[in-house]
């Protein structure tokens, strides 16, 4: 059962696609005021357990609950004036300014019929600043690089000012300084707004710098779960990505540093 801390509860989840599951016997429970990384090789099913968390999908078997209920049972404005999510793939094909797009975050708390307020304005103008996207307000969003986009579809989530922010590779076609930029505001957030946050990471780097915990996936099941310096093993990394992994605790920064070389073994 679900505690009355935890965010998101799954028990005996399975998905499929109407063939060989995805998902395998997925049980999992989320804290609120959490910084959850999900990790896992291509394929091992990061992106199909974000759409079943999100209600984008409907498990096969077993049953997803959002505060200790179903989250199929909330319409779609309840869900998303408490969740918002950033998909890896989304497309933008109207000639919408990057400021109409991040103010389409405020749109589940806006009655119909109404204004934005100067609440949803000033929320609107403080994504795009942590976004680094001011400069780009007024830009046409058709006419944006990949990074520019991925940066104004961030800041969309952050002015829906969500309980529960779910990125799914948010930061796969930025640069070094934006991931990082992004990386530091979500877990500000965490931090000092008690946001919770469920990202699928490839950087093994960025999942040990910013995670609170991990869930690690492989062929559609989780293999483990917890903190991150007891996740993050040499051992698991072999087990799970094939590599042998050597890390480096520096205790200036309690990160963890991760050097791979190429695993020879047959």
Same mark, same amino acid.
């Given at each position: 059962?679900?505690?009355p &801390? ?6 005996d ?6 063939g060989?599951?995805v998902?395998?016997d ?5 804290e ?5 990384g999900?990790?896992?090789p291509?394929?091992?099913?990061k992106?199909t ?8 999908? &409907?498990?096969d078997?077993?049953i ?9 049972s909330?319409?779609? &404005? ?8 950033v ?10 300014t990057v400021?109409?797009?991040v103010?389409m975050g405020?749109?589940p ?10 609440k949803?304005?000033?929320l ?29 579809i961030?800041?969309?989530a952050l002015?829906q000012?969500p &309980?529960?922010l ?7 076609s930025?640069?070094?300084?934006h991931t990082?930029?992004?990386m530091?505001a979500?877990?500000d957030?965490?931090?000092f707004?008690?946001?919770t946050v ?16 991990l869930?690690?996936?492989k062929a559609?099941?989780?293999v ?5 310096e007891d ?9 799970v ?12 920064t309690?990160g963890?540093e ?9």
């Amino acid at each position: 059962m679900a505690t009355p &801390q935890s965010v998101f509860s799954i028990r005996d989840g399975w998905y499929g696609y109407r063939g060989p599951p995805v998902l395998a016997d997925i049980n999992l429970t989320m804290e609120a005021g959490r910084f959850y990384g999900l990790i896992g090789p291509n394929g091992s099913g990061k992106t199909t357990l974000l759409d079943l968390l999100a209600a984008t999908s &409907q498990p096969d078997t077993g049953i997803v609950l959002f505060k200790g209920r179903p989250v199929r049972s909330y319409r779609r &404005q309840e869900l998303a004036r408490q969740l918002a999510l950033v998909p890896q793939d989304f497309a933008l094909g109207f000639d919408y300014t990057v400021f109409d797009v991040v103010l389409m975050g405020r749109h589940p708390h806006i009655p119909r019929f109404s204004n934005p307020t100067a609440k949803d304005l000033d929320l609107v103008e403080e994504a795009l600043a942590l976004m680094d996207i001011k400069h780009l307000r007024d830009r046409v969003v058709t006419r944006l690089s990949g990074g520019e986009k991925q940066r104004t579809i961030v800041a969309r989530a952050l002015a829906q000012d969500p &309980q529960v922010l779910i990125l799914d590779e948010a930061t796969s076609s930025l640069d070094i300084k934006h991931t990082i930029e992004i990386m530091r505001a979500v877990s500000d957030r965490v931090r000092f707004k008690a946001l919770t946050v469920i990202a699928a990471i490839h950087d093994l780097n960025l999942a040990a710098a910013f995670c609170d915990e991990l869930v690690v996936l492989k062929a559609g099941r989780i293999v483990a779960k917890g903190p991150v310096e007891d996740v993050l093993t040499s051992r698991l990394i072999q087990e799970v990505f094939s590599v042998e992994g050597h890390i480096h605790i520096h205790a200036q920064t309690l990160g963890i540093e991760y050097a791979f070389r190429k695993n020879t073994a047959s």
